[in-house]
């Protein structure tokens, strides 16, 4: 290293030198004798050190040498039998500190050596086997124990003269919420603790071998492995070499809120044009004869235009799976997507979506739109799914209470069903299917077409801008991922503009405003709410 370099660093260290000296020994006049040994030994020998990085690490080398020089030249033959000494031990000494500090940073590195190599160095120097019996005990050769221990020699000698620092997560985790789009989400026990989403989020960047993955989360390798190996058979991680990354899209807060601004343009434009067209059709909609159609006004437009959104988004759904392929299989069977966000869902549009459900008969479907913006309103939650969606069929069929369903009462204690001595009713939208594959769909033709070519406009400009925040792997699917997350919040979107111009008022607490039903074969249901 040049002098001059090497001077402005031991100039800018030295206040650090000199504290650490003032904290292994007692006296003022001893810690200052102390840092000016160490700090001419660092002189002297610049010229060991190849660059910035190695600086530190031989920095305090040199400090810890320099002490144990120091105390071995300070004691005395024999330790004094005075008041120090507390039955027949002695107080514990300089020189055992920096022995148990060493032990300590060699425990240290042993906690981040990964797989066969913490292994076979354990067994070897711990628990004093034979590199034949490691070969026995690991099912691998004699040849690749004595590499696995000459390797592990030399990364812990490197750990151990370093300044090794645990990352951020090690004390401050990061938040790591997953979301599904697809057929079967059986990804989202696996997120039930704070250390798979962190590994996520930690090797999101760039590749991280175990043990820097172990620096980073401050969890010793060892109980990594099995976390690691969980999420790659999952296929949420990938192994190249001996290195990891994360394998799935995730989307930042940044770029959420960068691109909430970007879109406003956009939806501002097409809120506009979706109110003048669905005017248009309104007045002859309240004509149409449904379950549900003795709403009020306000509450009619938040059915009919829910209706319009979800069959434009189904649309749009099409024409991405026509731009980008269908979804890809995942590891559990179905077909979709596994992504998540590095927030606790702040920006989120929707508290969940469940869209055409129909039961076994094929008699009927309900669907449901959790739109956060009336959440006070509507926000139904389908605590043991098959229970929750059957209750909501049998209302919309109008079927006798099934004692058995314990999804039912809540349901209705939540005002999704109305139960009359046990014959229910559904406290939402019902259209017979007649009526909404014709005439409902026509008159709201062109407000679908409105809704459709904005959610393509908004996804497609979201794609190209997600992917910018992307590792190169994941950059083409985060532009499908894109799409399929802005198609759902371009529906939010424009309902929240229609809000601020006022077009629309916030629903009333009496009807479920945005989840309806159908009932296949039938004529006009028997009753209206």
Same mark, same amino acid.
């Given at each position: 290293?040049?002098?001059?370099?090497?001077?402005?660093?031991?100039?800018?260290?030295?206040?650090?030198?000199?504290?650490?000296?003032?904290?292994?020994?007692?006296?003022?006049?001893?810690?200052?004798?102390?840092?000016?040994?160490?700090?001419?030994?660092?002189?002297?020998?610049?010229?060991? *050190?190849?660059?910035?990085?190695?600086?530190?690490?031989?920095?305090?080398? *040199? /400090?810890?040498?320099?002490?144990?020089?120091?105390?071995? +030249?300070?004691?005395?033959?024999?330790?004094?039998?005075?008041? #120090?000494?507390?039955?027949?031990?002695?107080?514990?000494?300089?020189?055992?500190?920096?022995?148990?500090?060493?032990?300590?940073?060699?425990?240290?590195?042993?906690?981040?050596?990964?797989?066969?190599?913490?292994? =076979? #160095?354990?067994?070897?120097?711990?628990?004093?086997?034979?590199?034949?019996?490691?070969?026995?005990?690991?099912?691998?050769?004699?040849?690749?124990?004595?590499?696995?221990?000459?390797?592990?020699?030399?990364?812990?000698?490197?750990?151990?003269?370093?300044?090794?620092?645990?990352?951020?997560?090690?004390? /401050?985790?990061?938040?790591?919420?997953?979301? &599904?789009?697809?057929?079967?989400?059986?990804?989202?026990?696996?997120?039930?603790?704070?250390?798979?989403?962190?590994?996520?989020?930690?090797?999101?960047?760039?590749?991280?071998?175990?043990?820097?993955?172990?620096?980073?989360?401050?969890?010793?390798?060892?109980?990594?492995?099995?976390?690691?190996?969980?999420?790659?058979?999952?296929?949420?991680?990938?192994? #190249?070499?001996?290195?990891?990354?994360?394998?799935?899209? *995730?989307?930042?807060?940044?770029?959420?809120?960068?691109? $909430?601004?970007? $879109?406003?343009?956009?939806?501002?434009?097409?809120?506009?044009?979706?109110? $003048?067209?669905?005017?248009?059709?309104?007045?002859?909609?309240? #004509?149409?004869?449904?379950?549900?159609?003795?709403?009020?006004?306000?509450?009619?437009?938040?059915?009919?235009? +829910?209706?319009?959104?979800?069959?434009? @988004?189904?649309?749009?759904?099409?024409?991405?799976?026509?731009?980008?392929?269908?979804?890809?299989?995942? $590891?559990?069977?179905?077909?979709?997507?596994?992504?998540?966000?590095?927030?606790?869902? /702040?920006?989120?549009?929707?508290?969940?979506?469940?869209?055409?459900?129909?039961?076994?008969? +094929?008699?009927?479907?309900?669907?449901?739109?959790?739109?956060?913006?009336?959440?006070?309103?509507?926000?139904?939650?389908?605590?043991?799914?098959?229970?929750?969606?059957?209750?909501? *069929?049998?209302?919309?069929?109008? +079927?006798?209470?099934?004692?058995?369903?314990?999804?039912?009462?809540?349901?209705?204690?939540?005002?999704?069903?109305?139960?009359?001595?046990?014959?229910?009713?559904?406290?939402?939208?019902?259209?017979?299917?007649?009526?909404? &594959?014709?005439?409902?769909?026509? @008159?709201?033709?062109?407000?679908?077409?409105?809704?459709?070519?904005?959610?393509?406009?908004?996804?497609?400009?979201?794609?190209?801008?997600? =992917?910018?925040?992307?590792?190169?792997?994941?950059?083409?699917?985060?532009?499908?991922? =894109?799409?399929?997350?802005?198609?759902?919040?371009?529906?939010?979107?424009?309902?929240?503009?229609?809000?601020?111009?006022?077009?629309?008022?916030?629903?009333?607490?009496?009807?479920?405003?945005?989840?309806?039903?159908?009932? &296949?074969?039938?004529?006009?249901?028997?009753?209206?709410?």
């Amino acid at each position: 290293m040049e002098q001059q370099k090497l001077n402005k660093l031991v100039e800018a260290n030295m206040h650090k030198i000199y504290a650490w000296c003032k904290a292994k020994v007692y006296h003022q006049q001893d810690a200052e004798d102390l840092a000016a040994d160490i700090i001419c030994s660092i002189i002297k020998s610049g010229d060991r *050190i190849k660059n910035d990085d190695a600086f530190y690490g031989y920095m305090w080398k *040199i /400090a810890r040498n320099s002490l144990l020089s120091y105390i071995s +030249n300070k004691r005395q033959a024999d330790l004094p039998y005075d008041e #120090t000494t507390v039955g027949v031990y002695w107080q514990e000494t300089d020189l055992d500190m920096i022995r148990r500090e060493q032990l300590a940073t060699l425990r240290r590195e042993l906690s981040i050596l990964s797989g066969n190599y913490r292994e =076979a #160095t354990v067994q070897y120097y711990i628990h004093s086997k034979s590199c034949a019996e490691i070969s026995s005990n690991l099912q691998i050769s004699v040849e690749m124990v004595k590499y696995y221990l000459f390797q592990s020699r030399k990364i812990l000698k490197e750990g151990i003269e370093m300044s090794r620092k645990f990352g951020e997560k090690s004390y /401050a985790p990061g938040i790591f919420r997953p979301d &599904f789009w697809g057929g079967n989400n059986s990804y989202r026990h696996l997120f039930k603790r704070k250390l798979p989403g962190n590994i996520l989020l930690a090797a999101f960047g760039e590749p991280l071998s175990l043990s820097e993955l172990s620096v980073e989360l401050g969890v010793a390798a060892v109980y990594l492995e099995d976390e690691v190996n969980i999420l790659c058979e999952n296929e949420l991680l990938k192994k #190249t070499g001996t290195r990891y990354q994360t394998n799935i899209v *995730i989307i930042p807060e940044d770029f959420e809120l960068s691109f $909430s601004e970007k $879109s406003v343009a956009v939806v501002k434009k097409a809120a506009s044009e979706l109110e $003048s067209r669905f005017a248009v059709a309104f007045t002859e909609l309240q #004509t149409l004869s449904f379950h549900g159609k003795s709403s009020d006004e306000n509450t009619l437009k938040w059915q009919f235009l +829910n209706v319009a959104l979800m069959t434009a @988004l189904l649309e749009a759904d099409e024409f991405g799976k026509g731009r980008f392929g269908q979804y890809p299989q995942l $590891s559990n069977g179905s077909y979709g997507f596994v992504y998540g966000f590095d927030n606790d869902f /702040a920006h989120h549009k929707f508290n969940g979506i469940y869209g055409d459900y129909k039961n076994e008969d +094929n008699t009927a479907m309900v669907s449901v739109e959790n739109y956060r913006i009336i959440e006070d309103v509507q926000h139904f939650i389908p605590y043991e799914w098959t229970n929750a969606m059957n209750a909501l *069929i049998d209302a919309i069929l109008e +079927n006798e209470a099934d004692e058995k369903n314990d999804e039912l009462i809540r349901l209705i204690s939540e005002g999704y069903i109305i139960s009359d001595h046990g014959h229910l009713s559904a406290n939402f939208a019902v259209f017979p299917d007649a009526m909404f &594959f014709g005439k409902l769909k026509t @008159l709201l033709a062109p407000t679908i077409e409105t809704a459709r070519e904005t959610m393509k406009e908004v996804c497609l400009l979201a794609g190209d801008s997600l =992917a910018t925040y992307m590792p190169e792997h994941l950059k083409e699917t985060a532009k499908q991922i =894109a799409y399929i997350k802005y198609q759902m919040d371009t529906m939010a979107y424009l309902l929240e503009q229609m809000l601020a111009d006022g077009s629309l008022e916030k629903p009333a607490d009496t009807i479920k405003p945005c989840m309806f039903g159908l009932r &296949f074969n039938t004529g006009i249901p028997s009753t209206t709410a």
